[in-house]
């Protein structure tokens, strides 16, 4: 159970805004906060915009945080520069969402798996990388002779395992998926979703699971964090998130997955949710779902609402709490 | 029911029953690649290869570049060689493309201005190549502040007419080839920097450069394995199609008497010549100028040939 | 009663490219009817976009090549054989389609309402005002809020979900009897596709339009298709109506594809079933059934046999050995739903 567990990665008060010419400042990520325990799946969902790729990207170091802390293993990382930024490169990896974006095209696979070993000195000697490079392609259900092809010559699906590949190739700890397969077939998202959980129990490795495909992210999760607007809305272990909403956007987000069954899914209520998300450019204080949530009263366009722990590691930010 | 039992009988037929054995998925197998590999420069290649245009250029051009370099050892005619005799005579057997006005042989000199023409728009190229990719390079990796003053000295060059910059350095070093190239190439590896600093601004945001930042890849590695491959294809075709540009520049400025002196000569200048003659004696102009077109001719469907392969917007 | 309005026979296509002859679509038949929502499934390169685009005359020559003997008959026309200027008729007003991607499908430096009314002018003989008011009546119908205000703005102002509103509003503007949605949210987030679904649903109700809904995704057509064909490298495997091929799916692809995805009351990081693989390359397009190297249930015949189609009712056919006779006797099963629900 969490509460045992150790936690591999504290994210307080993180924010991250980018500011932008003359219109100002963009919220891309505001005063979020979650802990990742060593061996679990943390999901994180949302639209496109709410900020979670950023919040993702952000803890990978990709992007410099604005505020907040980020502490890994209880080692602050949050401005890391140097051989230390490389001791948590080593361990932190991050797989992408674009299987086409993701992968330079003018280098053959192997090249691209070997990129982080010759980084880190892993695995000196040409036949040793050849072996372990080889080792990694069969870990992701490729054949060895894939190493000398070029990226365009494989599928979506295939261009993702080898992203994956990369990614273990540092022997990495903690990997963060940034919708790793939102942009596959659904015949191609279970082979992906397979293998990652596969790889979890075989090497023990802990995720952070970016998505906006609530289905999925409940089946790979073990707790599951919903974002709106750079706002963290609620947080939950996934099937208590699933079966008991709390926050009228998790609510309106659940009822929105079609279901496939064509009965159900034709007398299924879709709860209304008017309008779309709106600008995160200096935003007001006050609750952002606000404009579009069926329950917002006077507090929710003046007050900001915290997380606040409902019992069973249950968080849900919302005044009707 | 009856019509689907007909249905049903229908599939098997002649296959005997021994066919009917289960072999399930094999792996290996279904994530086996049909095509044969091919990297990107081969798959640009083949492409070019199937396009006649482009090749049929291609050829010209070695021809052209062959002449230049042997034309001139095997004539029995130099090109300072008077003829006072005949001057402004027109093609003969002797003269394959008659004498100019000084009685020189126009055949010998259209090879050796080739040599001064392509070699100042190969040069020319070269030189802007490898200025524009730095500069443009260091400008979009770095962004920023350095991108910004960087990119308005860039602007400041632009605003300066090329001839202002090819009288002044006239001055300085005298007319002639290099006070020329040094003029040509201030000036014109502008375009390229601003090109090469845009594609570099938009790679540095692509996720398999992220992921190189990720897997803790140095900054110059990053420059050479992932943004200066992924923008080759786009500097070559922008250097093919400048170096006509270099060519018709040199050509202009020689044409006006700003370019090469006597007694070595280049296209444009012996189309200057040949212009005051042009009313009597066309070919004294035809010659130079035919050289002239078809080289440019030539470079630029070679280089429409070579976006047509290489550049990744147009290859669906 | 209902009219038929589309019959697609035996439709091939093939693209010439560097590599060889890439055969994206190899014999495809199905029909529309008047009003009714017909949805092709089917993974990225199994031809279903390329099946619809050819519906609408959009296989551009000397690249692609619709074969001689294939047939598209709209309301009793022979559509491969129009002239230019039949296929300009005929589209945007007989026939009209909504894109993947409402980034890229609408032109950025037009304003809206100009978009939509270009279309209305194109194919009606009417006067501006009445084609504006008929835009705000458009823009109206498919949930624009402020449409006189929203009618003057650019592309830019409007967010992906407004956008493929937009889209869809060009698309309906000359009435046309068949609309084609390719992946029409796959570009959009959860909440904001279902609205569009939703909005679809309402539309095809309501204006009685036929529509030929593409998607990879089978949840997405559950609550809006009438019938649905399942397409696999360049064939339809199955088709059936809604009921049939969700709860009697007769292909093992079918069946493969609806346990693909997890239910949310299903087990957490239980393994899905999956489809071992990837989709065969139509370069080289497999001997035999075209699913057969992902297939658990292959057999030897399938590898290099093309199965025929079995019906089970007017409605419902699958292309699979295992409704073979031999195969049955073999493994010795009545019903291949029992072999398949027995993974």
Known sequence: MPETKSKLLQVEHLKKYFTIRKKGRLMAVDDVSFDIYRGETFGLVGESGCGKTTCGRTIIGLYPATSGSIRYEGKDITHLTGPQAHWFKKRAQMIFQDPYASLNPRMTVGDIIAEGMENFGLYPGVKQRQQRIQELLGLVGLNKEHANRFPHEFSGGQRQRIGIARALAVDPEFIICDEPISALDVSIQAQVVNLLIKLQQELGLTYLFIAHDLSMVKHISDRVAVMYMGHLVELAASEELYSHPLHPYTQALLSAIPIPDPQIERQKEVLPLEGEVGSPINCQPGCRFASRCPHAMERCHQETPVLKDLGQAHLVACHLF | ?316 | MTNQLLAVKNLRISFHTYAGEVQAVRGVSFKVNEGECMAIVGESGSGKTVTSKAVLGLIEPPSGEVKADSSINFAGQEVLKFTDRQWRNYRGKDAAMIFQDPMTSLNPTMKIGRQIMENILLHNKLSRQEARERTLELLRMVNIPNPEERINQYPYEFSGGMRQRVVIAIALACKPRLMIADEPTTALDVTIQAQILQLLRNIQKQEHTAVIMITHDLGVVAGMADYISVMYAGRIVEQGTVAEIFSHPQHPYTSALLKAVPSLNQENKARLQIIPGTPPDMIAPPQGCGFASRCQYCMKVCQHRDPAYTSFSDTHQAACWLHDDLAKAAFDYQDVSEVLNHA
């Open chain 2, 1 to 316: 029911m009856t019509e689907q039992s007909a249905f049903k009988t229908l599939t098997s037929g002649d296959i005997s029953a021994d066919q009917f054995v289960r072999v399930g998925v094999n792996e290996q197998l279904s994530e086996q690649l049909q095509r044969p590999s091919i990297s990107y420069w081969q798959d640009g290649l083949r492409r070019l290869k199937k396009n006649r245009v482009a090749m049929l250029s291609l050829g010209l051009l070695v021809f052209i570049i062959l002449m230049c370099i042997f034309a001139p050892l095997i004539y029995p005619h130099s090109f300072d060689e008077q003829n006072i005799a005949i001057t402004n005579q027109g093609p003969t057997w002797q003269h394959i493309f008659g004498l100019d006005d000084l009685g020189r042989d126009i055949f010998a000199r259209i090879w050796i201005g080739g040599r001064v023409s392509l070699a100042i728009g190969v040069v020319g190229a070269l030189v802007s190549l490898l200025i524009g990719v730095l500069y443009g390079g260091i400008s979009g990796y770095f962004g920023g502040l350095v991108d910004d003053i960087m990119m308005r000295i860039v602007e400041i060059l632009v605003g300066i007419p090329y001839m202002v910059v090819v009288i002044i350095v006239s001055v300085f070093l005298g007319k002639g080839m290099t006070s020329l190239l040094l003029a040509l190439c201030m000036t014109s590896w502008t375009g390229l920097a601003r090109l090469v600093r845009g594609q570099v601004l938009q790679l540095k945001e692509s996720e398999y450069v992220m992921a190189a930042k990720v897997l803790g890849t140095p900054s110059y590695k990053i420059i050479t394995r992932h943004l200066i491959p992924n923008t080759m294809s786009l500097i070559i075709i922008n250097t093919t199609f400048s170096i006509p540009g270099f060519i018709f520049s040199e050509a202009f400025l020689s044409f006006l008497g700003m370019g090469i002196q006597p007694p070595l000569t280049s296209w444009g200048a012996m189309a200057s010549l040949g212009q005051q003659q042009m009313a009597y004696y066309p070919h004294e102009l035809i010659f130079p100028a035919l050289a002239l077109s078809i080289t440019m001719l030539a470079f630029n469907l070679l280089g429409d040939g070579l976006r047509d392969a290489f550049d990744p917007k147009l290859r669906q």
